[in-house]
């Protein structure tokens, strides 16, 4: 028998394990510097892998990846701050879940100091040359989505990087340079493909259209390297090399900045974007004003617009609060057909919203001139007297602040891809980062940076968040249109807790999976803090979502058929899905912090 072969049977919670026997032994250097050691590597399975939760005394990394985990525990094992950690995950994100984020891509972070909340806002942006006809084909019809998807037209200024310098400038500890490390050193020496990599190339179909991918990540024969392959990336290692020694302006000027640029406008369906577009992203005021809204003995804080997060979770979870909680709400770990049905039936109002309201708020005033009249408590009442003993097909969106809006509804469209980090280090800094490419890989467009090197990072489609329409059927102007400049609304949920009564941080929670993302992460603060489950036992429940359209989503294979049938008695049109969430979190116990990784994913939790 081969080591691989006995290391693709080790379970996930010995494979961390591994990882922390294999960096635990480190001290802390008294010039705090890193000396980055790639961890053993096993295969890891795919599909639904049980994970045992991790009980942890002092600091904590929660992160989709292993190899990205384990980097922000060395970084906080080397003396580094919450902040310095998510700039090592997300790195190594870049290179070893490349599906999902990266430099070319956005993100929004939380960040608690122990006495101040911020809120770090690195959504990616329209060109200045973009208008509201962006998706609009020569007879003034939309593109079909795919079509949109997968072209330069959707790609937006990148934001992760000069979102992530702008939160180090703030709370960085160790050098900015010393955080590239693991990213770069894995990036040259290679990584082992994963199985959930591996099938996510297996199952892309257009990624093979574009030169570098299909040299990185494809034989000659056009299949994709298989599980255990060390795949090195020496144009993405030379990237971030430069710019963790002369700063982000290398990525946002000179040939990277132009390598971006040609990519879009020399791509069959090219785009606008400028070098100057990219060139101007990083002068901006990054930091923003979180949303803290009280619910069930806690403080649940928040991404404002353009995410669409908080507001929508806190509209279900406070609409809920209205309604008569049913008797048996949760029964062996599965929600209960009555519960289900008032959390659908909330997830239609609150999502009616959503898509009536939510859009960049440098060119949407709020209803009411507050986000905060959404979640006004006489408002979400009044909500809540719409939910009755029977399924409605679609909910329409209510007057929060008494708002005649002249806004339409923005038209249900598909949201895939992110990934989450959830980190708490030796100083009691708390940190909630959900990142994002959008679609699985993007764009399907990579760039080198101009390096000329094999490899790569790939670039965004996040300019389909936006609404492909500008009006809607009765020629309303939609509040989340394309506009140059502007941000696309987004469903990213990166939350903090804390105890209402204290103030004490409580726990740290988000998600990929697109718009049910707020489903997920709604799920996950309900079972911790409704339920008294612990965070991987709530992560574990079950997944569902509505968003607003006839028919409810439940998990596949996850609910008795008789929840399934008491559901379709009140008139719930039933759809049974994967709904692979990636949900992380952080929660504070007693002894410390407990961890939870999705099962869903291949994610796991180190600290000590």
Partial sequence: MTLSSVLYKIPVFVFSLLLFLSTGCQETDSDRTVTYTIPEQPELATGYNPKPGWEISEFAVAAANPLAADAGYQILKAGGSAVDAAIAVQMVLTLAEPQSSGIGGGAFLMHWDGTELKAYNGRETAPSSADETLFLDKNGDPLAFSDAVHSGLAVGVPGTLAMLKAAHDAHGQLPWDELFQPAITLAEEGFSVSHRLHEQLAGEERLTGDDIARSLYFDDNGDPHPVGYNLQNPALAQILRNVSSDGIDTFYGGDVAEDIVARIQNHPRPGTMSVEDIRDYPEQDFETDAICTPWNRYRICGFPPPSSGHLTIMQILGIMEHLESPAIPLQDFVPTADWLHQFLETSKLAFADRNRFIADPGYVDPPGESWESMLDSEYLAERASLVGESATEQAEPGKPGRYATLFGSHPAQTEKGTSHISIVDREGNALSMTSTIEQGFGSRIMSDGGTG????????????????????????????????????????????????????????????????????????????????????????????????????????????????????????????????????????????????????REGIVMGD
């Fill in 453 to 600: 090197l094999p490899g790569g990072f790939h670039l965004n489609n996040e300019l389909t968040d936006f609404s492909r329409i500008p009006i809607d059927e009765h020629g309303q102007p939609i509040a989340n249109r394309v506009e140059p400049g502007k941000r696309p609304r987004s469903s990213m949920s990166p939350t903090l807790i804390f105890k209402g009564d204290t103030g004490e941080f409580a726990a740290s929670v988000g998600s990929p999976g697109g718009a049910a993302i707020i489903h997920y992460t709604a799920k996950t603060i309900i079972g911790m803090y409704d339920w008294g489950l612990n965070a991987q036992e709530a992560i574990d429940l079950p997944n569902f979502a509505n968003y607003n359209t006839p028919s409810s989503l439940l998990e596949e294979s996850r609910f008795p058929q008789e929840v399934i049938e008491a559901l379709q008695e009140m008139g719930h049109e039933i759809s049974e899905r994967e709904l692979t969430s990636g949900i992380q979190a952080i929660q504070r116990i007693e002894t410390g912090f407990f961890g939870g990784a999705d099962p869903r």
